[in-house]
């Protein structure tokens, strides 16, 4: 998703300057090509140097504004040259300037004289953070198609105070790029109510034994991650999720649940108000039929595990699913994928299926990438060769909405 595609930094002066070394670097190596431009602030606390060795490329700043050494306005060719742009840090001063459509500096000029989508990463103190002042910028902004946003987290700041204004971490602004990158910034769910199950379910035979599986929560996530990015209200059910995957999906609601039973009760509950829901939650088959609530010592464990069905989700789902409602399920499989896929579609009642290997290498369960075919109750199939989740993701949203 990111070889070749054009991507322009601007950094302005905050602390947080220094975590965009990391960003830079990581796009950098997986082939896009990088450009940064550096307000007089942010060269303060990162050198030019550090940034261009790190995109491979001449740092631009102010300096490079005034001198009459291009064929062209450097602001000119650098908005026209941008697939996509992103402001990280940016800092108070900047926002303010955006907001109000100044022009002062090489990066503000950019901003204008580009029409690709924007991407904010805002970093500050908590109290400039929730200044009304800021506020009403900021939510000026947001009200302007072209801009998006990633973050502020919650978290220690540069001073010590723990609160909100931490600039969103590397990995979090490089995916939302990505995002923007397929999509072009286009918003083509707002509006939508999309509702996604994602990880494993534990069924507990006590407080500390348990039936699970691998999954990691990643491919939800990444459901979650592009219908955000589209605009959509998003609502994530999941199972135990390492919290660090979680951070990319900040500003949606996330329910978190142990047990297929609890995640029974969440599901069947937001369905009703949902226009899509994806099943991408790996849940389990069979539970333990008692669970004790103490730890049962060794010489207590059956040599043979009584065991019960848990209720099939996605099928009662499938019974209460009105005409206007849009219903995706996914079906992990090894040896032949289709035939089991096909069956599921149908007896289910869903409108399409994710039929996806899990016996190849670097795909699948736990893994970041995926493959696999879409099946519409309508007969229509794509195949997808594998890519990132998050491409996966969106490729699927894009198909579900053509049919």
């Not at 009459?68 to 402001?87: C, F, M, Q, S, Y």
Request: with cysteine; net charge positive; proline share 5%.
């Amino acid at each position: 998703m990111l070889q070749n595609r054009r991507i322009l930094i601007g950094i302005t002066g905050g602390i947080a300057a220094y975590k965009v070394c990391e960003l830079i670097s990581s796009l950098a190596k997986e082939g896009a090509l990088v450009r940064a431009i550096m307000t007089e602030g942010a060269k303060q606390f990162i050198p030019p140097l550090t940034v261009a060795t790190l995109c491979r490329h001449h740092a631009y700043t102010d300096q490079d504004f005034w001198q009459p050494t291009h064929a062209r306005p450097l602001h000119i060719d650098l908005g026209e040259w941008a697939e996509v742009l992103t402001i990280a840090p940016m800092t108070a001063n900047t926002l303010a300037k955006l907001a109000h459509g100044m022009a002062d500096n090489l990066l503000t000029n950019t901003v204008l004289a580009s029409t690709c989508p924007i991407l904010l990463a805002p970093a500050m103190n908590t109290d400039m953070w929730q200044q009304r002042v800021v506020q009403q910028n900021w939510q000026h902004l947001m009200q302007d198609r072209r801009y998006h946003r990633v973050g502020p987290g919650t978290g220690i700041l540069a001073c010590d105070r723990v609160g909100d204004g931490r600039m969103a971490e590397p990995h979090e602004i490089k995916a939302t790029l990505e995002s923007l990158l397929y999509t072009g910034g286009k918003r083509n769910l707002a509006g939508k109510r999309v509702l996604i199950s994602a990880g494993g379910t534990r069924e507990y035979l006590d407080p500390v034994r348990f039936i699970s599986n691998p999954s990691s929560g990643k491919m939800g996530i990444a459901l979650a991650q592009a219908a955000m990015d589209r605009g959509a209200a998003v609502t994530l059910v999941h199972g135990p999720i390492d919290s660090r995957l979680m951070s990319s999906v900040y500003g949606i609601q996330s329910i978190s649940v142990t047990s297929a039973a609890q995640m029974q009760d969440a599901m069947l509950k937001l369905f009703p108000a949902a226009d899509i829901t994806v099943m991408a939650a790996a849940v389990a088959d069979i539970r333990p039929r008692s669970c004790s609530l103490e730890k049962l010592p060794k010489s207590a464990l059956p040599e043979s595990l009584p065991l019960e069905s848990v209720p099939d989700i996605v099928a009662q789902l499938g019974d209460r699913k009105h005409s206007h409602q849009i219903l995706v399920g996914f079906a992990a499989q090894t040896g032949d994928i289709m035939t089991p896929a096909l069956d599921k579609l149908k007896r289910k009642k869903l409108d399409a299926i994710v039929a996806n290997p899990i016996d190849q290498p670097d795909t699948g369960i736990g893994s970041d990438r995926n493959q696999g075919i879409f099946l519409h109750k309508s007969g229509n199939q794509k195949s997808i060769l594998p890519c990132t989740k998050l491409a996966l993701a969106h490729q699927l949203f894009d198909w579900l909405l053509a049919q």
